[in-house]
């Protein structure tokens, strides 16, 4: 079942994002200093954005981003910009 879950929320992910600010008890608040940033990930890099709350959040109690975190970051900025590569390319040809 978490899988499913997961591959619905990296399916949908401006949906999550809005769905995490909305009933995430300031999750998002947590990982970001101002509001600026998650709604400029909302727009433009939506995985990475949810990527960085996650590591921020969750992986170290500390409020610190571990490497392994700095790695899943860089894993969601390569699927957002996959995205990104995908919609050009269908739109040249």
Do not use: H
């Amino acid at each position: 079942m978490p899988c499913l879950i997961g591959l619905v929320l990296l399916g949908m992910p401006r949906l999550a994002l809005f769905l995490l600010w909305l009933l995430g008890g300031g999750y998002l608040a947590r990982a970001f200093e101002s509001a600026l940033w998650p709604i400029l990930g909302f727009f433009f890099l939506p995985v990475t954005t949810l990527a960085f709350a996650y590591a921020f959040n969750t992986l170290q109690p500390s409020g610190a981003v571990p490497d392994l975190g700095w790695l899943l970051v860089a894993v969601g900025l390569l699927i957002d910009l996959g995205l990104f590569g995908g919609g050009w390319r269908s739109k040249r040809n």
